[in-house]
């Protein structure tokens, strides 16, 4: 006798939330992480964890950016009556740091990694990667002789789930971290 196959699925669901009146948040990818993929926060919201992760260099913060996020379905041959079956997302950042001069190795050393996943911040929420990404990061000049020189980073990846916002630390996205 044959085995059949049933699809792992969640036995329970979420309720939605459903309220006239939700919580906006406003967009922009104002600062980009990027984390060691072997290092997880035990609580992503305490700011002592965070400062040490930066200053044992498991994270890396780029405070003050301005950018976007990019979102692409990626969908599979279905069965039975579908025709399709969802396998999950490609995800691209496409964020720009105004510190040419002084991140030039950083951006240098960094885009040769593969064992980064990126964080970044919206207005008062951080976003996480459950996967490592890839990261490109390049300086054009434009013709204008008033435009500014900026690293144009490119982070992009793929993962299952959509990406679910978490609470920001506090302290650490307003002011870069010294460490001693």
């Not at 002592?48 to 780029?62: D, F, G, R, S």
Request: aromatic share 10%.
């Amino acid at each position: 006798m044959s085995a059949i196959y049933y699809p792992t699925c969640p036995t329970t669901i979420t309720d939605p939330l459903c309220t006239p009146c939700p919580t906006k948040e406003l967009g922009g990818i104002r600062s980009l992480v990027l984390k060691k993929n072997t290092f997880t926060f035990t609580d992503i919201t305490n700011p002592t964890e965070w400062t040490n992760a930066i200053c044992n260099k498991n994270v890396y913060i780029i405070p003050f950016t301005r950018g976007s996020l990019a979102v692409s379905l990626v969908e599979g041959q279905g069965f039975g009556d579908n025709s399709t079956v969802n396998d999950g997302y490609d995800y691209t950042i496409s964020a720009f740091d105004p510190n040419y001069v002084g991140n030039c190795n950083f951006w240098t050393d960094i885009s040769k990694r593969r064992d980064f996943n990126v964080l970044y911040r919206t207005e008062t929420k951080i976003h996480q990667s459950s996967s490592t990404v890839s990261i490109a990061a390049m300086a054009p000049v434009e013709e204008d002789i008033k435009s500014k020189v900026t690293w144009n980073v490119t982070v992009k990846w793929s993962q299952e789930d959509p990406l679910c916002p978490l609470d920001i630390p506090v302290g650490i996205f307003d002011r870069c971290t010294q460490c001693s």
